[in-house]
């Protein structure tokens, strides 16, 4: 009778132990992150950042003007820096989508289609010619829309058939990316809008802007003015699995249109947008601005060209992680004198953005980059 009650004390102050271990694992656990500032490395070039990418410690950035890259160590230590002509058989054009793989390849998009692969240096290694030109115009910008993957590379390359980036149901009649063979420049169409996005009906919405992100075999794809993120599996074809919605507090949206090419947003209001996706190992980091509203919009003339830098003075920029099952985040607020983000490799790893000196109101004969950290509260 001793040793069952001995017994019986052992398990209720094991069971005791095993519930106050998960309550303290529970209340230790938070989802409440922060932004924070490590350092700045200075960067000796005078030229602006359009578009860039940083991996394994180098970074390499575009400058628009010149039609240059520049390559970059942690240090801020210029490793290379090239320019480019715009005709002949070494033409390189625009470069403003930059990618480097796991083993320091370096890939670059033109904003108006083209592709190349680059040399360690910087020089043109090939052009990647597919079989048909791309429709875009104005491309995806300083978006990200090109990885490598499983030796190929995955575009936002619309034209295939002569497909018109521009009609108004093109998100939803047509593969939305190319998995293109480098080499040889062969590709497949992959990846489809699911009826989880309003872009898969009949309705008519403004034209979003595509960026994606990969990790091992999943890509992670968002429409610029919608709050969803959709997963599929490279390794499946691109099969579809699921949509996640990141719940902005505010994100403003001027919803259907009665007409096709009708523009709302930046006349009489601005529709919360993604400007940045990153997929990592523990799941997705996301930038968006909120949108501003129609009354703040009219009032403040925020439709005349010259009042454009005021945008930022009534709308938040917000980052936001969600988890792989999932979980959101808090919102975190990010300074505008943060500006792009280069890469996150990992929320665990710090990570670099430039420093927005013309929001500063500050001129210097060199580019500033912040060392930043995201820190779990």
């Known amino acids: 009778m001793k040793y069952r009650i001995l017994a019986v004390l052992f398990v209720c102050v094991l069971l005791l132990a095993c519930s106050s271990e998960k309550e303290t694992d529970l209340e230790s656990f938070s989802n409440d992150w922060e932004l924070v500032i490590l350092d700045s490395i200075q960067v000796d070039y005078l030229g ?22 520049i390559e970059f160590e942690s240090s801020g230590e210029i490793s290379h820096e090239t320019s480019y002509p715009k005709d002949g058989p070494d033409k390189v054009q625009y470069p403003t989508q930059l990618r480097y793989t796991k083993d320091g390849r370096l890939f670059a998009a033109s904003f108006m289609g083209w592709l190349y692969e680059l040399n360690m240096d910087l020089t043109l ?44 149901h093109f998100f939803r009649d047509h593969f939305l990316l190319e998995k ?79 007409e096709k090419y009708q523009y709302i947003s930046g006349t009489r209001m601005l529709d919360g947008r993604v400007r940045q996706l990153f997929v990592i190992d523990k799941g997705i980091v996301i930038t968006y601005t909120e949108g501003i509203d129609e009354d703040t919009f009219i009032q403040n003339e925020l439709n005349n060209p010259k009042n454009f830098p005021k945008y930022k003075d009534f709308q938040n920029q917000i980052l936001k992680i969600i988890s792989p099952e999932g979980l959101l985040s808090n919102e975190i607020n990010v300074p505008y004198r943060i500006g792009r983000i280069m890469n996150i490799e990992s929320v665990d790893k710090p990570f670099y953005a430039v420093r927005d000196d013309e929001y500063l109101g500050e001129e210097h004969d060199y580019v500033t980059f912040y060392k930043l950290q995201l820190v779990n509260k």
């Open 48 to 69: 602006t950042v359009d578009g860039g990418d940083f991996r394994n410690g180098k970074g390499v950035f575009f400058n628009f003007q010149e039609n240059k890259l």
């Open 125 to 168: 290694k090939q052009e990647i010619k597919l079989p048909f030109p791309s429709e875009a115009k104005d491309g995806g910008g300083l978006l990200r829309n090109l990885e490598y993957w499983n030796d190929s590379l995955i575009s936002f390359y619309p034209g295939r058939d002569g497909a018109n980036p521009y009609d108004p």
């Open 180 to 258: 293109i063979d480098p080499k040889t420049g062969a590709s497949l169409p992959i990846i489809k809008t699911p009826s989880t996005s309003r872009y898969s009906t009949d309705k008519y919405y403004e034209r979003p802007w595509v960026q994606f992100g990969i990790f091992d075999n999943i890509l992670h794809l968002v429409l610029s003015n919608e709050t969803m993120i959709h997963t599929y599996d490279l390794s499946n074809g691109g099969e579809y699995l699921n949509t996640i919605d990141f719940q902005p507090s505010k994100f403003m949206d001027n919803g259907e249109h009665s």
